[in-house]
């Protein structure tokens, strides 16, 4: 089974690559940190490949290095807390690049076999419906949808979508809020949960990770 994680030295992307490891035959990465993601191939003995996922040719020539895949995870995710009417065009397009144009370069260019299995992280959307986060919150719930209309465009190849709605998971994306909130989960819970549920059978279309209880003490 060959398997490519794309956004590997991000907090969930890195640990979905880690518990990966053992379950595929051949592993491939990429990322936006070189010198992370040369590290982290060399630990997990797999191939890796960069690219800017908002470059059309970047992302051909990262699906073309890989070639025929059976597992996608696409865990690369950007964020700018800023006010509607004072975040810059660049932000705005950082943004929409790495959460949803990016995602959709993938499947335009990715090399699935028959019974192939992409996950797309995604987030549940009341948790991002607040104040600076526009271009986050309108890029998670564009992948909901592009995920909608690509499934039933891939379902005739046998190419199974799966959105992961995610709570509070402690990453580096939270450093725009000071750090995670007291109660977020750890990268490799939230990744050991995940890829129980997309092995399973049936192929499942949406894996809610439940959000952490708050403690009654």
Known sequence: MTALVIGATGGIGMALAKALRE????????????????????TLEANAVSADLGDEQAVQHLMAQVGDLDFLVYAAGAVVR????????????????????????????????????ALFLGVYPQLVRVQGLSAYAVSKAGLEELLQVARRELRGQGVSLILVRLPEVATNLWSVFGGPPRRALSPETVAQQILDQAFAE????????????????
């Open 23 to 42: 379950r595929v035959s051949q592993l491939w990465l990429s990322g936006r940190n070189e010198g992370l993601l040369s590290e982290l191939a060399q």
């Open 82 to 117: 800023a006010p509607v009417r004072q975040m810059s065009l660049a932000e705005w397009q950082q943004v929409l690049n790495a959460n949803l144009v990016g995602a959709w370069l993938v499947l335009k260019h990715a090399q699935f076999r028959q019974g192939a299995r």
């Open 202 to 217: 049936p192929a499942p279309e949406v894996i809610e990770i439940a959000r952490p209880q708050p403690s009654l003490r």
